[in-house]
C-alpha cells in the first residue's frame, strides 16, 4: 500500500515511517499541505494519509475534496493531546494514533487500510468457475470485463486479478465512472494542466499516469459518455494519452479491468456504448453470478460477516441456528453480496442466545426476512403496471415511457439509482428523461419520497 505521512513531529514520525516501511508500505513524506498536494498532484497517490496533528487538518480535507482526492486520513500527536486528537477527528480524521509510535497499532491501521472489502470469498461451484477463469488470465496482459449485478463483488474480483498478476507490486486504481460527474471525468482520468479550464490552479496527474505499471479499474464504464469513449479507446490502442489543456502525449503502460451492471451488448445497439470499445475491453468476461444463484455462497459469506462485525462490535461470534442458514439461503437478495453483507452486521446487534436465529435476520425495516409478506410499495407497483397496460392503446410510445419512469420512480421512493437498476437504463439517461419531463411541466417524485414537484 501507498502512505503519505505529512508533517514531522519532532522527529517521531520518522520512527512511524520506519515502521509502516518495515510492514511492506510505500513510504512519502510531505513537510506540509502545499507539499502534500504537490505529490497526489504527481501522480504519487496515497491509499492512507498519515498527519502530525499539529497540521490544519481541516484544512487538508477541503484542500483534497477540492481536488476530488479521496484518501483516507489518520492524525498522529502526542499521548496527552486529548484536545488535538479529538478535533482532528471533528475535522475529518479517521483515527488518531498516539506517538511515540507503537509498531502494532501501526502495522493494525496499515493492515485495516490494505486489507478493507478485498477479501473473496466463496464456497458455490457457480463462483468457483469464474474465479478459476480469473487464475487463468490474471498473469496475462488482456484486457478484462467483469459483469454482473451491482453489489455481486465486481470490484473485489477486480482486485482479485491484480494481485495474482505480474503488475501485483504497481498500483491497483479504481476510477468510479458514474459517481464522477462527466465534465470532471476526462481531467480525473487523464489529468490536466495549469490553466486548462477554471479551478486548474496546478497541473494535476490523472488516474492513468497515477496507475502506470500497475492497473486501472474502470468501473461502471457503461456510465461513459460516448465522446469521452473515444478517447479511452485511443488510449488503450496507443499507450498514450492527453492531458486536457496539453500539448504533447504521455506514454502509459497499464492493464485495464473494466465493471459494468448493464448488458453492453444492448447499450451497443441503443448507441450509448461504443462497439470498438466493447470489443477492446472485452477479451476476457468474467460474469459474477447474481447471489441468489449462488447459495452455497451465502452461508459462507454470511460466517464471514459474522466473523467480522463481531469482532468490530466487541460482541462474540455466535453459530447460524439451522433456521436461519435456511431464511438465507431462500432469500431473493435483490441487493447481492452488499445487502446480505448488511443484514448480518444487523444480525450479530440483534441477536441474543447462544445462536443467531431467524429472529435476528432482519430487513431494513425491522421486519424478519422469514417473515416478509407483499409490502404496500410492492402492491403499488403492480397496481400501476396494471393501469399502464390498460391504457395502452392510443398512446404514443414516449407516453407509455413516461409513466413507467415516473411511477417506477415512485414506486422507489425517489431513489434514483434504485428506479434505474429497475429499469434496466443508466442512472445518466433516467436523470436526462427526469429533467425533460421536469422542463416540459410534468411533476417529478423527488428524492426522499416527498410530493412530486414540478422545477421552478
Not at 496527474?205 to 468501473?219: I, Q, R, S
Request: aromatic share 4%; glycine share 6%; with cysteine.
Amino acid at each position: 500500500m501507498r502512505l503519505l505521512i505529512i508533517g514531522s513531529l519532532n522527529g517521531q514520525l520518522t520512527t512511524a515511517t520506519k515502521i509502516a516501511m518495515d510492514k511492506g508500505a510505500l513510504v512519502t513524506h510531505a513537510s506540509d499541505i502545499s507539499q502534500a498536494l504537490a505529490v497526489l498532484r504527481s501522480g504519487r497517490g496515497a491509499d492512507l494519509l498519515m498527519v502530525d496533528v499539529a497540521i490544519n487538518i481541516r484544512e487538508l480535507v477541503t484542500s483534497l475534496e477540492a481536488e476530488r482526492i479521496h484518501a483516507p486520513i489518520v492524525a498522529c500527536g502526542t499521548a496527552t493531546d486529548a484536545r488535538a486528537a479529538v478535533a482532528a477527528i471533528q475535522a475529518g480524521a479517521k483515527e488518531y494514533i498516539p506517538l511515540p509510535p507503537d509498531a502494532e497499532l501501526i502495522a493494525a491501521v496499515l493492515a485495516a487500510v490494505a486489507d478493507d472489502s478485498r477479501d473473496l470469498i466463496y464456497r458455490d461451484e457457480a463462483t468457483a468457475r469464474v474465479v478459476k477463469l480469473a487464475q487463468q488470465v490474471a498473469a496475462s496482459e488482456a484486457s478484462v470485463l467483469i459483469t454482473g449485478e451491482s453489489g455481486t463483488g465486481k470490484e473485489v474480483l477486480a482486485r482479485y486479478v491484480h494481485t495474482r498478476s505480474n503488475r501485483a507490486k504497481k498500483p491497483f486504481i479504481c476510477v468510479n465512472c458514474a459517481a464522477i460527474p462527466e465534465t470532471l471525468l476526462e481531467s480525473e482520468l487523464f489529468g490536466h494542466e495549469k490553466g486548462a479550464f477554471t479551478g486548474a490552479v496546478a497541473r494535476r496527474v490523472g488516474k492513468f499516469e497515477e496507475a502506470n505499471g500497475g492497473t486501472l479499474l474502470l468501473d461502471e464504464i457503461s456510465e461513459m459518455e460516448v465522446r469521452l469513449q473515444a478517447k479511452l479507446l485511443r488510449a488503450i490502442q496507443e499507450r498514450m494519452i492527453d492531458r486536457v489543456g496539453g500539448t504533447r502525449p504521455v506514454p502509459i503502460d497499464i492493464r485495464i479491468i473494466a465493471t459494468s451492471n448493464r448488458n453492453l451488448a444492448e447499450a451497443v445497439r441503443e448507441n450509448t456504448f461504443r462497439e470498438d470499445l466493447l470489443f477492446r475491453l472485452n477479451v476476457v468476461n468474467l460474469k459474477l453470478p447474481p447471489l441468489r444463484e449462488r447459495p452455497a455462497d451465502v452461508i459462507e459469506l454470511a460466517e464471514y460477516f459474522i466473523k467480522k462485525y463481531s469482532i468490530a462490535n466487541g460482541v462474540p461470534a455466535r453459530p447460524l441456528a439451522q433456521e436461519a442458514r435456511r431464511t438465507l439461503t431462500i432469500n431473493y437478495w435483490p441487493g447481492n453480496v452488499r445487502e446480505l453483507e448488511n443484514t448480518m452486521h444487523r444480525a450479530v446487534l440483534m441477536a441474543s442466545g447462544d445462536a443467531i436465529g431467524p429472529e435476528a435476520i432482519l430487513a431494513p425495516d425491522g421486519v424478519r426476512l422469514d417473515q416478509q409478506r407483499s409490502a404496500p410499495s410492492v402492491a403499488h407497483a403492480a397496481l400501476a403496471a396494471e393501469q399502464v397496460s390498460r391504457a395502452l392503446v392510443g398512446r404514443t410510445v414516449a407516453e407509455v415511457e413516461r409513466d413507467l419512469i415516473l411511477e417506477t420512480l415512485k414506486h422507489c421512493l425517489g431513489n434514483r439509482t434504485h428506479a434505474a437498476n429497475v429499469l434496466g437504463i443508466s442512472i445518466r439517461t433516467l436523470r436526462n428523461k427526469l429533467n425533460e419531463y421536469s422542463a416540459d411541466g410534468v411533476p417529478v417524485p423527488p428524492p426522499g419520497g416527498g410530493e412530486p414537484r414540478v422545477a421552478a
